[in-house]
């Protein structure tokens, strides 16, 4: 069962920023698909899993000593809302692909909790996406996803998997937690990809 909390007032502006259907809000809405889990930063550990069964893996301190970035973006909730200009920092996940060989086409993003989202290999690559673990200036708090998720501010939120332990790359497609309830496979706010028949 969805968890929804305070955040989801807001109304619809005229602003050629905003995808269709969308509203702008200068809140942080929280949704997740479950309980918020809470990890140790001591036993919290990062992983890039090949086709193959190559693991490479960071520990908290390893993680973080990786270089990193600080993407300024837009984020776009499927339940409507998008707030622009959020401050992030991470690591772009093509620092933590540089060293890894695969023939993959599709990474399926594994969160503590148990959940799961599926995307295409090339929408995490040439700048496209970071594991964030600040928001704002200050630690990503466990309610928004900490202490890391993946950031993909050009497909709707859902598949900035919150809580993220591992980057599974695949050969094929495999359908995360969402997508196998009805939401779209792919996910692009421009082209209002909610749900599968969009």
């Known amino acids: 069962m969805a968890v929804i909390t ?3 007032g807001g109304r619809r502006r005229d ?3 905003l995808p269709p259907g969308q509203y702008r809000t ?12 809470r990890i140790g930063l001591d036993e919290w550990e990062l992983a890039v899993v090949t086709e193959t069964g190559q693991r490479s893996t960071w520990s908290w301190a390893e993680f973080t000593a990786l270089p990193a970035d600080e ?13 622009f200009g959020t401050s992030w920092r991470g690591v772009s996940v093509d620092t933590l692909l540089a060293d890894v060989e695969t023939a993959a086409e599709y990474v399926v993003a594994h969160s503590y909790g148990g959940y ?8 995490l690559l040439d700048g496209q ?7 704002d200036g200050e ?27 591992a980057l599974e790359l695949r050969l094929d497609d495999e359908p995360g937690f ?3 309830a009805g939401y779209h496979n792919y996910g692009d706010p421009w082209r209002e990809q909610r749900y599968q028949a969009d």
Do not use: M, Q
């Open 6 to 8: 305070r955040g989801f």
């Open 15 to 17: 602003d050629t920023n």
């Open 26 to 37: 200068d809140d942080f809405p929280v949704l997740s698909a479950g309980p918020t889990p």
């Open 71 to 83: 993407p300024t973006v837009d984020i776009h909730c499927v339940t409507h809302w998008s707030k």
């Open 116 to 123: 799961t989202t599926n995307v295409p290999l090339e929408d």
């Open 129 to 135: 996406a970071w594991v964030a673990y600040e928001f």
């Open 139 to 165: 630690p990503l708090e466990p309610v928004h996803g900490g202490p890391a998720r993946l950031l993909i501010p050009h497909l709707y939120f859902w598949k900035s998997a919150k809580w993220l332990r």
């Open 178 to 180: 969402w997508e196998t």
